[in-house]
């Protein structure tokens, strides 16, 4: 990796500049069944020969030929040269407020996982295949945010629109390609030896891409409250982002809008907050995706901090999560179902 970042001040504006060249090598091994083609010459000879011949002594030619499967591990590479540039041009509109618009377009290669795992993954309940075959992700981001700080009031509000080509997103297997599957492996022997995959009963996930789109806001607004003793801070906040490939279908495992409420206390050493965390009901949902229910999450803290010496500090801490005891299931989780 090479990068280089600049910022100057142009006189009406702020510019922030970075830029990057990487050139990424990934080696590993493909997974392959391979076959006795020699034993299964022959067997197809005996068979002719005998085919008026008993059909258990068939059935045994046929176990043998399973028998002869192995699992070969064929060496493979990914290689590729990209280059990422990002700019932010920020203008301070008073003393009190500012607007920044950012454009950026950054390439990702594809990981060693989604490249060459082929595999259990009991973490997220799945059997996962990678792509050797994937591209390079490109990433054309546009956002604009504003920026306030005014007295004992503040806030921020950004949009932003991001076009990403080749996105890389795990697609689990459909129930009805599922059955199609076994379908085959039950009319079809040879297809099921050179193209079924065993599972284990684990849902089968391959790393896929398409191209897709993300629409997205983020809100916030405050305010700090001077109390006889201490200070307190109220702040509202929300984010929502609409994730969907170009070619119709909204992408998997998008966080859904949230609604977040905090409030903190703080006097001299002390410090407390609350944090209110309300998240909607998700039902844009990829095929194969359940819908998710929304749920509101109270978390509390406070901690104490003593100065023992020059170089020395104590920090005591105590929480609490989940205060209404919520059930609260992750959109973005594998394993939603199974782990709030």
Do not use: C
């Not at 046929?62 to 280059?83: G, I, K, L, N």
């Not at 932010?88 to 618009?101: E, G, I, K, V, W």
């Not at 906040?237 to 909204?250: C, H, K, L, Q």
Request: glycine residues 6%; charged residues 30%; hydrophobic residues 30%.
């Amino acid at each position: 990796t090479l990068g280089f970042f600049s910022s100057d001040d142009l006189g009406f504006a702020t510019l922030d500049l970075g830029v990057r060249f990487d050139q990424v090598d990934r080696d590993g091994f493909i997974a392959e069944m391979h076959h006795d083609e020699e034993h299964d010459d022959d067997h197809e000879g005996d068979h002719d020969e005998d085919h008026e011949g008993d059909h258990d002594e068939h059935d045994g030619d046929h176990d043998d030929e399973h028998h002869d499967e192995e699992m070969v591990y064929e060496p493979a590479s990914f290689s590729d040269e990209v280059f990422s540039v990002a700019a932010t041009l920020r203008r301070d509109l008073n003393q009190h407020a500012s607007l920044s618009l950012g454009l950026a377009s950054v390439s990702k290669t594809p990981s060693s996982v989604e490249l060459f795992m082929n595999g259990e993954h009991l973490a997220s309940s799945r059997y996962e295949i990678g792509d050797i075959t994937l591209d390079t992700e490109r990433s054309n981001n546009i956002d604009l945010a504003f920026n306030v700080d005014y007295h004992n009031w503040f806030g921020s509000a950004s949009v932003y629109y991001n076009r990403v080509d080749n996105y890389i997103y795990l697609r689990d297997e459909l129930e009805e390609e599922h059955e199609a599957h076994m379908e085959a492996s039950h009319d079809d022997d040879e297809h099921h030896d050179e193209g079924h995959i065993d599972h284990g009963g684990l849902i089968l996930s391959e790393y896929s891409q398409q191209d897709a789109e993300f629409t997205g806001y983020e809100i916030e607004i405050g305010t700090r409250v001077a109390l006889p003793r201490g200070e307190l801070e109220l702040t509202l906040g929300r984010d929502e982002v609409d994730a969907e490939f170009t070619n119709g279908g909204d992408v998997p495992r998008i966080v859904p809008a949230r609604n977040m409420f905090t409030a903190r206390y703080t006097l001299d050493d002390f410090s407390a907050k609350l944090l209110v965390k309300d998240v909607e009901r998700q039902t844009a949902v990829a095929p194969g995706e359940s819908i998710t229910d929304g749920f509101t999450l109270v978390n509390a803290d406070a901690s104490w901090s003593y100065g023992l010496s020059d170089s020395t500090r104590l920090t005591l801490t105590a929480f609490a999560r989940n205060l209404t005891d919520e059930v609260a299931r992750n959109h973005t989780s594998f394993v939603k179902d199974q782990v709030p």
